[in-house]
Antibody, heavy 122, light 112 residues
Framework: EVQLVESGGGLVQPGGSLRLSCAAS????????MNWVRQAPGKGLESVAHIKQGGSEKYYVDSVKDRFSISRDDATNSLYLQMNSLRAEDTAIYYC???????????????WGQGTLVTVSS | DIVLTQSPLSLPVTPGEPASISCRSS???????????LDWYLQKPGQSPQLLIY???KRASGVPDRFSGSGSGTDFTLKISRVEAEDVGIYYC?????????FGGGTKVEMK
């Protein structure tokens, strides 16, 4: 069974840092695009970052560029999101989602993890 | 960035009746390879989103055949042939023609 389990969320002060992790199992992790998508409380979905197989290509939404960094460890089937200079507007549930095993971009997201809540507040 | 506009925002439905959701894109989602990069997701209450449809009309694994997708260019539609109680939730369209991937604002489907 394909599983994605996020961890690392919590309460952090504005300007602080947090590192999210996503543990993947049930599939050959190294073969797939991996992604982070967030959902602010009561709001819709926003893609945050994407990383291609092997980690050679990384993409970010403009609002997190230069503050967030996506990475992957294929040896441990893990995806990460390092979040620095956090702002109140970064408060959201952060989902890890698998992309396809092919292509020049992640053209679908399936499955999604259960999410981890990040709250940025003083 | 590509903007996706969904309608309606809210859709009261009757079990057994059909339902339809529209997604309109600010730019064509047609790639040079001939595919349109438009997906549909359902977020059931208290759950993570799940993929229903990808590349406009391909059902994801395990998705019932009462769900179907259609459209081209900038206009797309998700149809449910006969709504069931388990179909309630928020439906999102998503484009992957360009990065950043962007989502529509969502359509909340609830039982009358």
């Amino acid at each position: 069974e394909v599983q994605l389990v996020e961890s690392g969320g919590g309460l952090v002060q504005p300007g602080g840092s947090l590192r999210l992790s996503c543990a993947a199992s049930g599939f050959t992790f190294t073969n797939y695009w991996m992604n982070w998508v967030r959902q602010a409380p009561g709001k819709g979905l926003e893609s945050v970052a994407h990383i291609k197989q092997g980690g050679s290509e990384k993409y970010y939404v403009d609002s997190v560029k230069d503050r967030f960094s996506i990475s992957r460890d294929d040896a441990t089937n893990s995806l990460y999101l390092q979040m620095n200079s956090l702002r109140a507007e970064d408060t959201a549930i952060y989902y890890c989602a698998r992309g396809p095993s092919y292509g020049i971009r992640p053209d679908y997201l399936d499955p999604w993890g259960q999410g981890t809540l990040v709250t940025v507040s003083s | 960035d590509i903007v996706l506009t969904q309608s309606p925002l809210s859709l009261p439905v009757t079990p057994g009746e059909p339902a339809s959701i529209s997604c309109r894109s600010s730019q064509s989602l047609l790639d040079t390879n001939g595919y349109h990069y438009l997906d549909w997701y359902l977020q059931k209450p208290g759950q993570s989103p799940q993929l229903l449809i990808y590349l406009v009309s391909k059902r994801a694994s395990g998705v019932p055949d009462r769900f179907s997708g259609s459209g081209s260019g900038t206009d797309f539609t998700l149809k449910i042939s006969r709504v069931e109680a388990e179909d309630v939730g928020i439906y999102y369209c998503m484009q992957s023609r360009q990065i950043p991937l962007t989502f529509g604002g969502g359509t909340k489907v609830e039982m009358k």
